[in-house]
């Protein structure tokens, strides 16, 4: 007969893990939502665009990582299954925070034209 023995230490590395892959989801989140409500993502990528219209398109910069999230959960719970789901947490959590960092040097709509909303939606999907 064989003794199973149980890791205590095992549900809280994944309760930590789980918790810090979640704040900075949350945080991702809430930056760039708070930016596109002030305004300031509207003034930065779309100058051209009426004041209303421009905070709808970052608006709609914003729902693309809500549209996007689903997506990435299949492709990550089925990766996950494949080669580990600590790996694919690491992954996400490393794509997240390059894209975020990212967002942060992105030149404006003024320095690189309509490349730069354009590169804004590519962040958020990733």
């Known amino acids: 007969m064989t003794s199973v023995t149980h890791d205590r230490k ?5 309760s930590i893990a789980s918790f810090v892959g ?36 970052a608006f709609l910069t914003y729902a693309v990582g809500f549209v996007a999230r689903p997506f990435g959960g299949l492709f990550a719970g089925y990766y996950g299954d ?30 690189i034209g309509i490349a730069a909303p354009i590169l804004l939606t590519v962040l958020r999907l990733l």
Not at 10 to 14: A, H, N, R, T
Not at 32 to 40: D, E, K, R
Not at 51 to 57: E, F, R, S, V
Not at 95 to 110: H, Q, R, S
């Open 82 to 111: 494949k080669i580990g789901r600590k790996p694919m947490l690491v992954l996400s959590l490393v794509i997240m925070g390059v894209a975020t960092l990212a967002m942060g040097f992105l030149p404006t709509f003024n320095q």
């Open 22 to 57: 979640t704040t900075i989801e949350w945080c991702d989140y809430y930056i760039f939502g708070l930016l596109a409500a002030t305004g300031v993502f509207g003034r930065l990528f779309f100058p051209e665009q009426e004041p209303g219209i421009a905070l709808l398109l």
């Open 10 to 14: 095992i549900p809280w590395k994944v």
